[in-house]
Each structure stands twice: as structure tokens, then as C-alpha cells.
């Protein structure tokens, strides 16, 4: 077992043979290992996993390897939890997975987890909701977790969780009744002024080139 985790540790490190990797069999291996491994062979193995998965071309095929009932797992578990809450936020965007997430409580998982008192953790779990907010059900459902609560409480965050809670918030922002306490807190009012001062600025510069365009055409007629 010992020298099968050293292998899966060296699995992780080699980002760029991923295809090779694939091809020969180690989502196989990496699977049973987090199926079947101790704590520290776990990690390694989903370490290893979340490497692979991190490839838009891979997610598909570790997802179809059963393991999110393996990391819904590790997300009960303390010491591997980031790296179950990083591969379940590569998992996440892929859409086939949702009905597996619902059936293992991923999701309800995941809300628990945004209260976490690692930084880490709950950069990579907010990633995952993140992602699952692009789906109209899922907003659903991770609002009647109360998850929209919690986001808006991590609204007092400093770090560069705010940026990805506030990207999402504004999702959210359709449903008002339950989007009453972001929609008048101070960060979210100063970012959404922000954005949209930034989309004025857009549009003017748009506008200005598109009129440098029509002046040199009209002044030199021999450019059209």
C-alpha cells in the first residue's frame, strides 16, 4: 500500500503526462486507492484525482468513475477535506454529475462547509457553489439551504472571496424576498455601483472608437 501511495503522490506532481496517465489506467488505480486506502492514501489519491480532473477533458471521465460518493465522504473527514472540496469544485461543472451530488448530499455538504473556519476550505468549497449557481435548480436548492444567508454574512470577508461571493450574489439577485440582506449591504452596494460605472465606461470608450472610426473614413475617403 505503502509504495501504491508513493506512486499516487507522484501521479499528482506530473500535471503535464495527464493524457498518458488516462490512458494507462490510473483514474482506475487512483479510485480504488480513495476507496480503499487509509487517511493519508486517501489524500494522495484524491490529491492525485483533483490534478487530473482539473483538465476540462478529464472531469468527465473521473465523475464517470464513481468517486463523488467517495469525496462526499472525505468532506465528513477534517484532515482531507480541502482536497475533496477542490475536486468537487472541478466536478461541478460538469452537469452529469448534479443528480449523483443531490443523491449523497454533496450540496447540503457544501453549505455546511461555507461556515468552515479554514480560509482554504471555504475558498474551494465557495468555488464549487460558485459553479453550481450557473444551474437555475441548483440556485434553488442551495438557497433553501439557506446558503444565500451565509454568503451574505461572508460578505465581511477581506480576502478574494468577496470578488467570487459577490459574482454570485448578483445571480441571485432576482429573488429579492430572499436576497433582502445583500441587496442593502454596504460591499454589495459599493461593488454593484462599481460594476456598473465600469459598463458606463465600456460603453463610452465602444462609442468613441466607433466615432474615431467614422471621422477617419469620412476625412480620408480613399480608406473605404
Known amino acids: 500500500m505503502v509504495s501504491r501511495a508513493r506512486a499516487g503522490q507522484a501521479i499528482g506532481l506530473v500535471k503535464r503526462a495527464r493524457r498518458e496517465l488516462v490512458n494507462s489506467g490510473a483514474i482506475e488505480a487512483l479510485v480504488d486507492l480513495l476507496r480503499n486506502g487509509d487517511v493519508s492514501t486517501r489524500l494522495v489519491a484524491g490529491n492525485a484525482l483533483g490534478v487530473i480532473s482539473s483538465h476540462v477533458d478529464y472531469i468527465r471521465p473521473v465523475a464517470e468513475h464513481g468517486v463523488i460518493p467517495l469525496y462526499a465522504e472525505l ?38 462547509l461555507l461556515r468552515s473556519d479554514d480560509s482554504n476550505v471555504k475558498e474551494k468549497v465557495c468555488g464549487a457553489i460558485s459553479q453550481l449557481s450557473y444551474d437555475y435548480a441548483e440556485r434553488v436548492v442551495i438557497a433553501d439551504l439557506g446558503g444565500i444567508s451565509v454568503l451574505i454574512s461572508m460578505l465581511e470577508d477581506e480576502s478574494k472571496l468577496k470578488i467570487m461571493l459577490l459574482k454570485r450574489l448578483f445571480v441571485y439577485t432576482r429573488w429579492c424576498d430572499r436576497m433582502s440582506g445583500a441587496l442593502s449591504h454596504p460591499v454589495f452596494l459599493r461593488v454593484r455601483g462599481q460594476m456598473v460605472q465600469t459598463r458606463a465606461a465600456e460603453l463610452r470608450l465602444a462609442e468613441s472608437v466607433r466615432q474615431m472610426t467614422v471621422d477617419e473614413l469620412t476625412w480620408n475617403p480613399a480608406l473605404g
Open 75 to 112: 468532506l465528513h473527514e477534517q484532515e482531507p477535506l480541502g482536497a475533496a472540496a477542490d475536486v468537487v469544485w472541478d466536478l461541478s461543472s460538469y452537469k452529469h454529475v448534479l443528480p449523483v451530488f443531490h443523491s449523497f448530499g454533496v450540496i447540503s455538504l457544501l453549505v455546511e
